[in-house]
Nanobody, 115 residues
Framework: QVQLVESGGGLVQPGGSLRLSCAASGIIFSRFAMAWYRQAPGKERELVAGIGTGGITNYAGSVKGRFTISRDNAKNTVYLQMNSLKPEDTARYYC?????????WGQGTQVTVSS
């Protein structure tokens, strides 16, 4: 059974930082591209950052330079370091694992940026 469990969300003031984690089980983690998506109320889910099996990363323009995605294959975990957070970063953040035709999602973790 595949499980992706996100953690690390919370309430933070503008300019603050959070580090999200996504622990995977039930998959051969190193064979999956991993990504973080987010969905704000009333908006579509959007890609935030992705990291391939070889470590190549890509970012949405709105987070480039502020967010960093990384993975630890020994721990079956992907991270999202979020710095200089803005109110518009408020959303539920979801972890995704994808390989060939397989795609798995976590339940998400809420990030709220507010003073």
């Amino acid at each position: 059974q595949v499980q992706l469990v996100e953690s690390g969300g919370g309430l933070v003031q503008p300019g603050g930082s959070l580090r999200l984690s996504c622990a995977a089980s039930g998959i051969i983690f190193s064979r999956f591209a991993m990504a973080w998506y987010r969905q704000a109320p009333g908006k579509e889910r959007e890609l935030v950052a992705g990291i391939g099996t070889g470590g190549i990363t890509n970012y949405a323009g709105s987070v480039k330079g502020r967010f960093t995605i990384s993975r630890d294959n020994a721990k079956n975990t992907v991270y999202l370091q979020m710095n200089s957070l803005k109110p518009e970063d408020t959303a539920r953040y979801y972890c995704n694992a994808a390989a060939y035709s397989d795609s798995y999602w976590g339940q998400g973790t809420q990030v709220t940026v507010s003073s």
